[in-house]
């Protein structure tokens, strides 16, 4: 059985929603995880994070936060493993949402 990834996924809206998957997505497969043409994308969060920007044309909603200027769309952000975007550990997801400042902005 495959071991189920998390995947912190960041809306145009400024909120976030953490995704899974059944394994690591390579960058293409992540196209069908949330849609659309894909971007990768530096999130400017330390070494061994990766992203990928679904551009759907809405602008991130995230003013305090200078990693996402100029970024339209949603981001969906893993680890980086080669051409793979691997699952975030539990204290990789909360080490995130306090640098991205998206603590308290879940979506419900």
Known sequence: MAKVHEYLL???DGNYEIT???GPICF???RQ???GHF???DPGVGKGFTAQINEDGSRLNLPLNGVFKDVAG???IGRSH???MWGLTPPQRDELLVRLRLNGN???
């Open 74 to 76: 949603n981001v969906l």
């Open 39 to 41: 971007a990768n994308f």
């Open 82 to 84: 080669g051409s793979e």
């Open 33 to 35: 995880e949330v849609g």
């Open 28 to 30: 293409e497969q992540s």
């Open 20 to 22: 899974k998957s059944n």
């Open 106 to 108: 879940r979506r419900p």
């Open 10 to 12: 960041i809306l145009a």
